[in-house]
């Protein structure tokens, strides 16, 4: 356990610092400190001057948490075989009676489960259809039961999926790997990392709380957003491919994410003071970032 003296009063802990933790910990004022799972990590985070731990949050040891905290964000993806999350569980219990001012949790728009296409905004019924989704239901409720108990605030973030610089599908548009047709696939819901990362330090640092969609609000199918990052890029558009024809090619694991249709609708990510800007605008500024928009695009 780290001492007092170690870490200031108002220190945020990063939990699963990776993506979307290491663009949140320059966004929010200092201190931070990130946990990751390797030592690789750690070091990577270091380059970006973001102080980081190694640990593992499936460990069966208390984890070495500091024992007081200004807010925390709990990052990382769920762990365990079962419906629940046993990796936040081990994550809350080592908490112990640390009492952050706020709690927020990354969550994912899974949990509405397939709506066949109608819209689902914050108030409509979970209904996970897998696994890994009711591991995100069981987090939430983890998450609101703990917080509820010790009377700290709490967000949860139900996330679209989420791209930006480094977060494209630029190696597969390169090797002319084709995308599923529009009509074997859902509608989309994606976001930028920067507009969560806004999204996530304004709850951190202010008083909103309860759950928050977070999507761009324009259901671009995966086809139609491929085009556009090609588009833009100056990279080939991808061919088309059918579902009966992908499945030897893409692999079942990658179709999975295409089986559900779902709308989601954010209805309350305006009063987080975020407007997120729309995927035209996302390919275009995460490839300026990268130096590679397309001159002619
Ligand atoms: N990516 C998406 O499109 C998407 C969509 C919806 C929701 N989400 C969720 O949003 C959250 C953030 O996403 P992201 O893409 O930013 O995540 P990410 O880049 O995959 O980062 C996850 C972080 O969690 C750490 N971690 C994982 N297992 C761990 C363990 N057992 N012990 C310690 N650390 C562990 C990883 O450490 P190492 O770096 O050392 O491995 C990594 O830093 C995740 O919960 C993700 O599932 C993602």
Redesign the pocket.
Known sequence: MLGPMEIPRETCLL???????ARLARRLAPPVL?????G??VAALAQARIPAL?????GGEPLPLPDRLGAVAY???P?GSGSQDE?LRHFLASLGPVRPRSVLY????AVYGDTAGAPADEDAPAAPGDTRARQRLDAEGQIRAWCGAREIRWAVFR?????GPF?LPLDRLRRGEPVLREEDTGPGNRIHVDDLVAACAAVLEGPAEGIFNLVDGVPWSPAAFADRVAFHAGLPRPPRIGRSEAEPRLGPAYLSFFRERRRVVSSRLAGLGVVPRTPEAGIRDSLREMGLESPGA
């Open positions: 939990s699963g610092c990776g993506y979307t933790g990130g946990l990751v799972r390797t690789a990590s190694a640990v593992d949050l499936d990052l990382a993806p762990g990796r990354l969550s994912t728009t996330v679209g999926a989420i791209y977060r």
